[in-house]
Nanobody
Framework: VQLQAFGGGSVQAGGSLRLSCAAS????????MGWFRQAPGKEREFVAA????????YYADSVKGRFAISRDNAKNTVYLQMNNLKPEDTAIYYC?????????????????WGQGTQVTVSS
């Protein structure tokens, strides 16, 4: 299984970005997917997760109402739409594939990780 995240960039506060994560493997549609982020000098933190069929999503309080996770199982791709971005959203964003089908905020539930994409939000 390989995951490749892309779509990061630099935006001003209040702007939007859409991250994508393309996954290899035939069992993508059976696994929950998640997004995590890590800012300089900080620990990795959970951002959003989606269950195997997209019917259930889960967000960190810090992004609730601003970010939206979705997936297209036909394309083996998960997305993170980020709106009203804030400087504190600046981080490297990682997509990850869970070992199970249910959405989870716990990093140890995810066995496969992408390489990360940088998001920088300026004030």
């Amino acid at each position: 299984v390989q995951l490749q995240a892309f779509g990061g960039g630099s935006v001003q506060a209040g702007g939007s970005l859409r991250l994508s994560c393309a996954a290899s493997g035939r069992t993508f549609s059976m696994a929950a997917m998640g997004w995590f982020r890590q800012a300089p000098g900080k620990e990795r933190e959970f951002v959003a997760a989606i269950n195997w069929n997209g019917g259930s999503t889960y967000y960190a309080d810090s992004v609730k109402g601003r970010f939206a996770i979705s997936r297209d199982n036909a394309k083996n791709t998960v997305y993170l739409q980020m709106n009203n971005l804030k400087p504190e959203d600046t981080a490297i964003y990682y997509c990850a594939r869970s070992v199970g089908a249910a959405a989870s905020s716990r990093a140890y539930d995810y066995a496969y990780w992408g390489q990360g994409t940088q998001v920088t939000v300026s004030s």
